[in-house]
């Protein structure tokens, strides 16, 4: 089942075109990581998808539906949060979740069980401004899931954590998805996208230039790390070696991109004209590469 559908969305400012014509597609039950550079689009589809920006062309349709009311109806289905929590600072943990039952129309029963899943529980009564970064994230996170949505649209959730932060964040992000939720996540934190999420929609200059399933993703061709004492004629036989598409140099290392997954013919290769490597492996392909190579300013975009 689609739960979210957009077909040619676009936004434009004056002569700026802030998202162009983006279209894509989000199944039940998926963790959909929204990724792009700073400046992509990203905050600003999210705010057309929750009615706070105004569409300059383009559709979109959530569980199905599409036009002023029926969309109207389809958001009381789904739980948003942006990327700065917009709680009262003197107001504790639980009551500000008390507002946000109320807004809702939900009744005040869900509040503790929402706290117990981000691990609230203990600090409910404490004033928010005395909650750290990450506590103050996991309570935008309550908030978001009070209702049992079943569309959870997230603007960066772990931006500025830290490692224990981002670690608590994307358990949550999981056991609202085993729970059944659709998670949309918009991120730069290309790690944690790649630990959490199923699918994933690139954009570059609002644009979308890939999307796909992470694992089709990172799958693609083999990277081998190679090295070897003498770099310069490492370069060469890279550079002559028929089954090389690309390379990228780090440090004493090459990250050789092949159109096979056969090193020994590598080695071979090299071994025939005089070098020999001191280190050869393959290297695992991750979403950080693919989002490197699809947000390149030559980079060619499309749908994978």
Partial sequence: MTILETSGLTKRYGRLTAVDHVSLSVEKGQVFGFLGPNGSGKTTTIGMLLGIITPSGGAFRMFGRDGGDELHAARRRIGATLETPNFYPYLSGRDNLRVAARIKGVAEDRIGEALDIVGLTGR??????????????????????????????????????????MREVREIILALAARGATIFLSSHLLNEVERTCTHVAILRSGKVVRQSAVRDLV??????????DDLAALRRIVAEYPAATGTEERGD????????????????FAHERGVTFSHLAVEKRTLEDVFIEATAKDAVGGAA
């Fill in 124 to 165: 409910q009564k404490d004033a928010f401004r005395k909650y750290s970064l990450g506590m103050k994230q996991r309570l935008a996170l309550a908030a978001t899931m009070l209702g049992d949505p079943e569309l959870i649209i997230l603007d960066e959730p772990a931006n500025g954590l830290d490692p224990e932060g």
């Fill in 219 to 228: 799958a693609g061709a083999t990277v081998a790390s190679v090295a070897s």
């Fill in 253 to 268: 290392r090459l990250f050789v991109h092949l159109a096979d997954d056969d090193l020994a013919s590598l080695n071979r």
